[in-house]
């Protein structure tokens, strides 16, 4: 069996409040990993994770962070050094969100916000925490993207944009950074089950389930797996990938 292994690991785990980030948190503890967690709005539900976490054997503490601001996120970067050391691992997930509308009524603030919260995230995250993965020779960058930046339909204009700047954002670092052998990566879900479906009872939604290949939503489960999978050595040879989690619902083409 090949273990997907992260002891000795820490990782930072932006958005670690929300229904995927702490899926994702969790099942990286899980392969062995030590975590930082980021939260913006949600302190109750940062601290609770971490001592779940804590209450595994693995290490883990909340950090209040604002990831369009890059002086929020130099100070969490020096917060998490001062508490443990410098992160291998860091996971881009969080995301502002907004109501989706056709594009000649878009909010201007809403394509900003997206700008911010997609682009700028991955930008001050990797200008904090990259340098340190490049003196040790060894780093994981993965930003959470998604299916929707192939599909582009109507209303998606300013989520796309977002995340379209933060695919050539990565791809750009993924050049920069390989020779210090650091991969950079996209993990990008479909819509994705979460336990706040599972409790409202809305897991199936014939309307799109219909449309994907293997005729379901994936779990929020699924998408941290793949998260782990590339933050561990098995995907030592993957970067520069957008991958993704969708049942097929999208397949990018050569």
């Known amino acids: 069996m090949l273990p ?39 302190p109750a539900k940062a601290e609770a994770l ?3 976490i804590a209450a595994t054997g693995r290490r883990a503490k909340a950090f209040r962070t604002d990831v369009t601001s890059q002086e929020s996120i ?3 970067r ?14 881009n997930n969080a995301v502002i969100q907004y109501p989706w509308k056709p594009l000649l009524e878009q909010p201007i603030e809403d394509y900003e916000s997206q700008f911010r919260s997609c682009v700028l995230h991955n930008v001050h995250m ?18 959470i993207s998604t299916e929707c930046v192939m599909q582009m339909f109507p209303t998606q204009s300013a989520y796309v944009g977002g995340k379209r700047g933060l695919d050539g954002v990565m791809r750009v670092l993924a050049k920069e950074v390989g020779e210090h052998q650091i991969t950079v990566n996209e993990v990008a879900p479909g819509w994705t089950v979460s336990d ?22 994936g779990t929020d489960q699924e998408i941290a797996n793949v998260v782990a999978f590339i933050a561990s050595d098995l995907a030592s040879f993957i970067t520069g990938a957008y991958i993704p989690v969708s049942g097929g619902n999208v397949m990018p083409t050569v």
């Open 126 to 143: 990797a200008q904090a925490f990259v340098p340190a993965m490049v003196a040790r020779r060894w780093g994981r960058v993965i930003a």
């Open 50 to 52: 971490a001592t779940e």
């Open 78 to 91: 020096d917060a998490v050094r001062a508490w443990h050391h410098d992160p291998e691992i860091i996971v």
């Open 196 to 217: 706040k479906e599972r409790a409202a009872g809305t897991v199936v939604r014939d309307g799109y389930d219909q449309t994907v290949p293997l005729r379901r939503r």
């Open 4 to 42: 997907i292994d992260l002891s000795g690991r820490l990782a930072v785990v932006t958005g670690a409040s929300g229904e995927l980030g702490r899926v994702i948190a969790r099942t990286l503890a899980q392969a062995g990993a030590d975590v930082a967690l980021t939260y913006l709005n949600s």
């Open 74 to 76: 130099l100070a969490l």
